[in-house]
C-alpha cells in the first residue's frame, strides 16, 4: 500500500552528537516531502521540505537527504540540543502543485537528547 | 501575524454525542486540512476545504463532516462519537505551499 514509515521508533544521543532520522517511503508518484517536529501536547512543527527533483536541502543546521532510487528519506540535525528532543514525523504529498493536497505521515520517530 | 488557532483546546464528550471544532486559518491561507492524530501515531488526513468547498477526503465516515466560511475558517463535525473518535484533531492551513499546523484539539469520548 501507499505509506511513509520510519526505519526507528526512538533514538537516543548525547547532547553535541550529530543525528539522523531516516524514513521510507513506497510511492513513486510523490513529489514533494516534509520533515516535521512535534513536541508534547503541541501541533507539528514545520522543520524543512524537499521536492522531487532535488536530492539534498540544508536548512540551519538540518539537512535532509533523498535518495529517489531507494525511496528513502533522512533528517540530519547537527550538535543536536535538548530543545530538539521531541517527535519527528516525514510526510509525503503526492502532488504538491496543487496547494495544501493530503500529507501522508509516516509514525514518526522519538528522538531523545541527553546532556 | 497570527498563526493556524483552534478551538476548544481540550473537550470531553459522551458516546453518541455531537462536537464541533473550529480552526482559524493563518493570514493569506485559503486552503484548510484536518486531521486526526491517535496517541503514539501520526496524524491521519480527514478532509481538505478550499473555496468553501471540500476538495479531497481521507478515509473517514461520513459521520466526520466540515465547512469552510468565506473568512476561510473552518469548522469539524463529528457525529454520533465512538471511544475510537477520541485523539487529537489538527488543523493546518496552506497558501501555495507548505501546511503549517494549529495547536490541536484534545478529545476525549467517554
Known amino acids: ?18 543525528s539522523i532520522i531516516n524514513c521510507a517511503y513506497s510511492n513513486s508518484a510523490s513529489d514533494y516531502f516534509i520533515w516535521y517536529k512535534q513536541e508534547s501536547g503541541k501541533g507539528p512543527q514545520f522543520i524543512i ?23 528513502h528519506l533522512s533528517l540530519q540535525i547537527a550538535a543536536t540540543q535538548p530543545g530538539d528532543s521531541a517527535v519527528y514525523f516525514c510526510a509525503e504529498n503526492k502532488n504538491r502543485r496543487q496547494a495544501g493536497t493530503a500529507l501522508i505521515f509516516g509514525k514518526g520517530t522519538t528522538l531523545s537528547v541527553s546532556s | 501575524d ?12 459522551t458516546r453518541g454525542q455531537q462536537v464541533t471544532l473550529r480552526c482559524s486559518p493563518k493570514s493569506g491561507h485559503d486552503t484548510v486540512s484536518w486531521y486526526q ?3 503514539g501515531q501520526g496524524p491521519q488526513f480527514i478532509f ?10 481521507g478515509n473517514f ?5 466540515g465547512h469552510q466560511f468565506p473568512n476561510y475558517s473552518s469548522e469539524l463535525n463529528v457525529n454520533a462519537l465512538l471511544l475510537g473518535d477520541s ?19 484534545r478529545l476525549t469520548v467517554l
Not at chain 1, 500500500?1 to 548525547?14: A, C, F, R, Y
Not at chain 2, 481538505?48 to 477526503?57: S, T, W
Request: glycine content about 8%; proline content about 4%.
Open chain 1, 1 to 18: 500500500g501507499e505509506s511513509v514509515g520510519l526505519h526507528l521508533p526512538t533514538l537516543s544521543v548525547q547532547e553535541g552528537d550529530n
Open chain 1, 49 to 71: 521540505d524537499i521536492r522531487s527533483n532535488m536530492d539534498k536541502r540544508q536548512g540551519q543546521r538540518v539537512t535532509v537527504l533523498l535518495n529517489k532510487t531507494v525511496k
Open chain 2, 2 to 13: 497570527a498563526g493556524v488557532t483552534q478551538s476548544p483546546t481540550h473537550l470531553i464528550k
Open chain 2, 37 to 39: 492524530q491517535a496517541l
Open chain 2, 48 to 57: 481538505q476545504y478550499y473555496e468553501e468547498e471540500e476538495r479531497q477526503r
Open chain 2, 61 to 65: 465516515p461520513d459521520r466526520f463532516s
Open chain 2, 87 to 105: 485523539a487529537l484533531y489538527l488543523c493546518a492551513s496552506s497558501g501555495s505551499d507548505e501546511q503549517f499546523f494549529g495547536p490541536g484539539t
